[in-house]
């Protein structure tokens, strides 16, 4: 797999890319349900009274006796023991400015988890990348190693012959014999870092531990593609996902404050109803006889006063508003920060991998130098030992270079939002 395989396997199976995706059908699924809100809704009820008692009601005595004396009062009961009633009611809202208000909120609700789910997306290309990236330095690291080994190898089998042969000494056989076992040692370690950073990338791109994967190296002989850049005058704010976001927000912390702010205003719904009731002195549900009746109408709701709640929540929101514009004016600042220190340590880079290849071709004439003197007898092990630790340390600092601008470049376009372009680069 190479780096855009990589990605794209990511893209799949990461577990963040699946949740973000997932928040984003929560969002579309919410959408629906606020708008059902404004859509006619049908209930059908039932009930069954047991009037156990029923109560009296008191009654001027007069209504029944012409003759009866002024104030005396009659005890009546009203009503029958068992009541039934079946009916179905329609609700529709005419006017509700908080539902026009929350429809829009939760529209933009899905653009915020839209945008969320993108930024998720290149922090999961970024750690891929920076994961890939870290692999194949410790793979690299790993190559020069074996060569370094294999050289000491050769100087060890030299020196044995020498010894064997009266020209060195057991002392110098059995130095040369420690630095070779040192450097198979070296190399065994960095051959479990190896192992330790493939799994990182596994875990990066959601591969399970156990599959086997080879992973395909980058040219390390790519070193003129990496040119200076310049910050430029104004950077686009617009291009990065973190930003859209607060933006995002900030717009609907606005909408909260105008759904709060609708409540004030009066309500107007319609309905109508359909019932069917029936009453009875005996418990029977059905063989008594059922009358219907029917209503429409409209119904206007006022809001007057709520105890101050209304208010303190607009208010609130208010607050929370303006909290979001100051931390919108300092992530502008945390951009501005980010790309110059993005631009600088990349063009750094791109300076030490010129230094680095310098370096490494110096390292490599003082290390012919010194192997061929030792060889002849003429010169100290000590000298070729320095030369052959730096030139192992030239050799790793240009392997470390080269894939520290790799690392710089992948951080710069970051900065910049630019990061799905940059995978394109590498790739070619």
């Known amino acids: 797999m190479d780096l855009s395989q990589c990605i794209d396997y990511a893209l799949v199976?990461?577990?963040?890319?699946?949740?973000?995706?997932?928040?984003?059908?929560?969002?579309?699924?919410?959408?629906?349900?606020?708008?059902?809100?404004?859509?006619?809704?049908?209930?059908?009820?039932?009930?069954?009274?047991?009037?156990?008692?029923?109560?009296?009601?008191?009654?001027p005595a007069i209504f029944f006796d012409?003759?009866?004396?002024?104030?005396?009062?009659?005890?009546?009961?009203?009503?029958?023991?068992?009541?039934?009633?079946?009916?179905?009611?329609?609700?529709?809202?005419?006017y509700m400015g908080s539902y026009w208000v929350g429809l829009k909120a939760s529209k933009v609700s899905r653009v915020y988890y839209c945008q969320s789910s993108q930024q998720v997306i290149e922090n999961t290309i970024y750690n891929?990348?920076?994961?890939?990236?870290?692999?194949?330095?410790?793979?690299?690291?790993?190559?020069?190693?074996?060569?370094?080994?294999e050289k000491s190898q050769n100087l060890f089998q030299i020196v044995d012959l020498q010894f064997k042969n009266d020209v060195a000494t057991k002392a110098d056989r059995d130095r040369v014999y420690v630095d070779y076992s040192n450097q198979?040692?070296?190399?065994?370690?960095?051959?479990?870092?190896?192992?330790?950073s493939l799994n990182q990338l596994k875990f990066q791109i959601g591969m399970p531990v156990g599959e086997q994967v080879e992973i395909a190296t980058v040219n390390t002989d790519t070193t003129a593609l990496f040119q200076l850049e310049e910050l430029p005058d104004k950077p686009n704010y617009w291009k990065r996902a973190d930003y859209k976001l607060m933006q995002t927000k900030r717009e609907l912390g606005a909408?909260?404050?105008?759904?709060?702010?609708?409540?004030?205003?009066?309500?107007?719904?319609?309905?109508?109803?359909?019932?069917?009731?029936?009453?009875?002195?005996?418990?029977?549900?059905?063989?008594?006889?059922w009358f219907n009746s029917q209503v429409v109408g409209l119904r206007l709701t006022v809001p007057v006063f709520s105890g101050f709640k209304r208010s303190s929540q607009v208010q609130q929101y208010k607050l929370e508003l303006k909290k979001m514009e100051i931390s919108l004016s300092r992530l502008e600042q945390q951009i501005n920060i980010e790309l110059s220190n993005a631009f600088d340590d990349f063009n750094t880079s791109v300076?030490?991998?010129?230094?680095?290849?310098?370096?490494?071709?110096?390292?490599?004439?003082?290390?012919?130098s010194e192997i061929l003197?030792?060889?002849?007898?003429?010169?100290?092990y000590s000298d070729f030992l320095n030369a052959?630790?730096?030139?192992?340390?030239?050799?790793?600092?240009?392997?470390?270079?080269?894939?520290?601008?790799?690392?710089?470049?992948?951080?710069?376009?970051?900065?910049?939002?630019?990061?799905?372009?940059?995978i394109k680069w590498i790739g070619k």
């Open 373 to 380: 003197s030792y060889k002849e007898g003429v010169g100290a």
């Open 255 to 289: 909408l909260q404050v105008k759904q709060y702010t609708s409540e004030y205003q009066p309500q107007l719904t319609a309905f109508g109803k359909y019932q069917y009731q029936s009453f009875s002195e005996e418990f029977n549900l059905w063989k008594k006889e």
């Open 351 to 368: 300076d030490n991998i010129r230094l680095a290849g310098e370096n490494i071709k110096l390292a490599q004439l003082v290390y012919d």
């Open 128 to 149: 891929v990348s920076k994961s890939y990236f870290q692999y194949l330095v410790s793979v690299q690291r790993v190559e020069v190693q074996k060569s370094n080994l």
């Open 66 to 94: 012409r003759s009866a004396p002024a104030g005396a009062i009659v005890p009546v009961r009203f009503g029958v023991q068992y009541t039934s009633a079946a009916y179905a009611q329609l609700d529709q809202i005419i």
């Open 13 to 59: 199976h990461h577990t963040d890319v699946l949740s973000a995706h997932i928040d984003e059908e929560i969002a579309l699924q919410n959408i629906r349900k606020t708008a059902a809100s404004g859509y006619p809704q049908i209930n059908v009820y039932g009930t069954f009274d047991d009037n156990i008692k029923i109560p009296l009601v008191a009654l």
């Open 388 to 422: 052959t630790n730096s030139l192992k340390v030239a050799q790793v600092n240009y392997i470390t270079s080269l894939f520290n601008a790799y690392l710089a470049r992948l951080e710069l376009a970051k900065s910049q939002g630019k990061i799905s372009e940059v």
């Open 184 to 196: 198979l040692t070296e190399l065994k370690t960095l051959q479990r870092a190896v192992k330790a």
